[in-house]
């Protein structure tokens, strides 16, 4: 029998894939849309259900309404100058009696600032006094402004990972507030211009760039933990404060801790200086000299490791051992030299203050007065960064201080001083020693840009008035 072979079937299936070919997509598109409606209505509903990010969001809002207020604008202005402003940053209420904290190197060295409040309001402030070493100024309007002080974290120290907020004026973005957290504590970053000042800095990451420099650093209670002083930028060195950076923020900012602004600003206020305290012992300034200690928690905190004890010092007349690891001072952490020296030196001399001790695995509080710290501990700070900045080496010289070597092209060849000249007056003033030379540059502004004059015996016996100035 013949066999007629027929083609319906393969066209059938040749009709169903083509079909495949074009209504496949479709219906996978169809799909996809219906997957990606039902997630966003599930996050929608989710968002809708879970208000933890409203919450979030309100409670930022609120610090930033708290403390936006109690926040300022600080310009200066040279003496004489009619146009453009000298310097600029911010600063933030202290207290109800008029009185406001920015950073030294916003006000320099000007007696009157001007100064806006978040109201618009624009005042005139006098400059109370200054401390160059720890980079605080303190302000003072008519208290009739400063109703509303910041409050202040004294019982909540900072820990790393807390989540900050930082304030100020940006590019000149007034009253500007930024967000991070603590990226760590006690850092040795350079002060604000003053080489040797003392630091004991928080970091952040929170953005601080040009004008930021004296605005508070809150947490999140809305209580100040420090105020801002330096950034680290790729432009410049860590450690620059913001005005002088040469660039913005990179992410790394530093901020004064408040365990250090409390008694400077409180000796500013009271004595209208500062004095520094001194406890008379010595350790070891690196980072072998930081010992651990575990506590009943098994937390482990860290202190300094004495070394030595000055005879009939103040920590001796203390009870003090040499043996003894100094864990606080003021309820402030000792987690390093620098910090250590820092919080002693913020303290008046003459003041009783309480230092926390590991012995023989107890922990001791002990009262101890601090002495008065010589011109020659603060030198020891001084001597290495003024003859860097300056470009020369200086001796001792039993009329004042000898011009041992200078270099050109640097402040002190620019300025005149040769080899074997011997400065004997600073500003007009004369100074003990070389200890005291180094330390009157510092508080004369040679550290901050100020101008300072020499007066200079020459070699061949004639005397010269010179000025210095670093840039």
């Known amino acids: 029998m013949r066999k007629f072979v027929t083609i319906a079937p393969a066209l059938i299936v040749l009709l169903v894939t083509a079909s495949m070919v074009f209504v496949a997509p479709a219906l996978m598109d169809r799909y996809a849309i219906a997957q990606q409606g039902a997630r966003i209505s599930l996050a929608r509903n989710i968002l809708a259900d879970d208000d933890i990010l409203r919450r979030i969001d309100r409670a930022i809002s609120a610090i930033g309404d708290s403390i936006e207020p109690t926040v300022v604008h600080i310009e200066t202005q040279p003496e004489g100058e009619l146009g453009g402003s000298y310097s600029s940053g911010a600063g933030w209420i202290y207290d109800t009696n008029g009185y406001l904290i920015t950073n030294a190197h916003v006000v320099k060295t000007a007696s009157l600032v001007s100064v806006e409040f978040y109201n618009g309001r624009v005042v005139e402030g006098r400059v109370v006094g200054s401390d160059i070493y720890t980079d605080i100024a303190v302000v003072q309007v008519d208290a009739s402004q400063t109703t509303y002080p910041s409050l202040r974290a004294s019982q909540r120290l900072p820990r790393v990972g807390e989540r900050i907020f930082a304030f100020g004026s940006p590019f000149g973005f007034k009253f500007s507030m930024s967000e991070g957290i603590v990226s760590g504590l006690g850092r040795q970053a350079?002060?604000?211009?003053?080489?040797?000042?003392?630091?004991?800095?928080?970091?952040?990451?929170?953005?601080?760039?040009?004008?930021?420099?004296?605005?508070?650093?809150?947490?999140?209670?809305?209580?100040?933990?420090?105020?801002?002083?330096?950034?680290?930028?790729?432009?410049?060195?860590?450690?620059?404060?913001?005005?002088?950076?040469g660039g913005d923020s990179a992410g790394i900012s530093f901020a004064i801790p408040l365990g250090t602004i409390e008694p400077i600003v409180s000796q500013i206020i009271e004595h209208g200086s500062?004095?520094?305290?001194?406890?008379?012992?010595?350790?070891?300034?690196?980072?072998?000299?930081?010992?651990?200690?575990?506590?009943?928690?098994?937390?482990?905190?860290?202190?300094?490791?004495?070394?030595?004890?000055?005879?009939?010092?103040?920590?001796?007349?203390?009870?003090?051992?040499?043996?003894?690891?100094?864990?606080?001072?003021q309820g402030s952490p000792a987690t390093n030299a620098e910090a250590l020296s820092s919080l002693i030196s913020s303290q008046r001399a003459g003041e009783p203050v309480t230092i926390r001790v590991y012995r023989d695995g107890e922990f001791l509080d002990l009262t101890v007065t601090l002495g008065v710290m010589q011109p020659v501990v603060l030198a020891q700070r001084l001597y290495q960064p003024i003859q860097l900045q300056l470009g020369a080496v200086l001796g001792s010289h039993p009329d004042g201080v000898a011009v041992l070597q200078t270099w050109q092209g640097l402040p002190a060849a620019m300025a005149g001083l040769v080899q074997d000249d011997v400065i004997f007056q600073i500003n007009g003033q004369r100074f003990e020693d070389r200890a005291y030379f180094f330390v009157m540059l510092a508080e004369e502004g040679l550290l901050t840009g100020e101008t300072v004059r020499v007066t200079v015996r020459g070699g061949d016996g004639s005397i010269r008035e010179l000025s210095l100035l670093i840039r």
């Open 190 to 245: 350079q002060g604000a211009r003053i080489l040797g000042g003392y630091t004991n800095y928080i970091q952040t990451d929170a953005a601080v760039n040009p004008g930021n420099s004296g605005g508070p650093l809150v947490n999140t209670d809305g209580h100040v933990i420090g105020m801002n002083v330096a950034i680290a930028t790729a432009a410049n060195t860590v450690g620059s404060n913001p005005e002088d950076s």
């Open 274 to 329: 500062v004095s520094r305290g001194y406890l008379g012992i010595s350790y070891n300034p690196s980072r072998t000299g930081r010992i651990g200690v575990k506590t009943s928690s098994g937390e482990t905190v860290y202190g300094i490791q004495i070394t030595g004890i000055e005879p009939g010092g103040p920590s001796e007349d203390a009870g003090i051992l040499p043996t003894d690891i100094i864990l606080q001072v």
